[in-house]
Structure formats: structure tokens, C-alpha cells
Nanobody, 120 residues
Framework: VKLVESGGGSVQPGGSLRLSCAAS????????MSWYRQAPGKERELVAG????????NYADSVKGRFTISRDNAKNTVYLQMKSLKPEDTAVYSC??????????????WGQGTQVTVSS
């Protein structure tokens, strides 16, 4: 199983970035996908999630209206479009896959993360 994030970097406040998470080794289309972030000294928090079947999305209040999560099942990739970035968005962003098992439970997989720094 591999989850490889890309697209992070440094940007000025008000700027945009698009993160990608390329998945392999599991059934991507059946898996719920999500993005988390962790800033220095803070706990990891859920940023956005997208379901497997209907593509339903959910967002943290702090990013609603600025971030958009999407997925391309043909490419086994989930994206996070981030606009109007703020310094408080600075964090390591990681993607998570939640794959259903034959026993009705779920198995989670994590990527290594990509750094996003918002600073003037």
C-alpha cells in the first residue's frame, strides 16, 4: 500500500496550492479518502473528506469555502485544492484512506505528508 502526497510548498497569504495524493495497493474506488493536517505543537486535525460511493464531502469549519476535496477514481488520486491560504493553514498535510474489509470493519492507510507553509 502506498499513498504519496505532492504539491506542497511555500506560498504567500491569499495564494493557492493543489495537493495530490496518489494511491496504490488497495481498492481506491471503494475507500473513503480524507486529508488531515498537523501544525507544530498541535494535534492532527481532519481538513476534508470524500466518500467512496457518492463522493459526498465534508470540511472543517476553518477551511469551508476555501478548500475543495475531489477524487479521480480512474487515476487513484485524491486532490485538495486550497485557495485564500492563511498563515494558520501552515502544517504538514497527509492523506488517509479508509478501506472497507470483508468483515465489515475498515482498514486505514496513511501517507507521509507534504509541507504547506503560508508566509509573507
Amino acid at each position: 500500500v502506498k499513498l504519496v502526497e505532492s504539491g506542497g510548498g511555500s506560498v504567500q497569504p491569499g495564494g493557492s496550492l493543489r495537493l495530490s495524493c496518489a494511491a496504490s495497493g488497495f481498492t481506491f474506488s471503494s475507500s473513503d479518502m480524507s486529508w488531515y493536517r498537523q501544525a507544530p505543537g498541535k494535534e492532527r486535525e481532519l481538513v476534508a473528506g470524500i466518500s467512496s460511493v457518492l463522493g459526498s464531502t465534508n470540511y472543517a469549519d476553518s477551511v469551508k469555502g476555501r478548500f475543495t476535496i475531489s477524487r479521480d477514481n480512474a487515476k487513484n488520486t485524491v486532490y485538495l485544492q486550497m485557495k485564500s491560504l492563511k498563515p494558520e493553514d501552515t502544517a504538514v498535510y497527509s492523506c488517509k484512506a479508509s478501506e472497507p474489509t470483508a468483515w465489515g470493519s475498515r482498514r486505514d492507510y496513511w501517507g507521509q505528508g507534504t509541507q504547506v507553509t503560508v508566509s509573507s
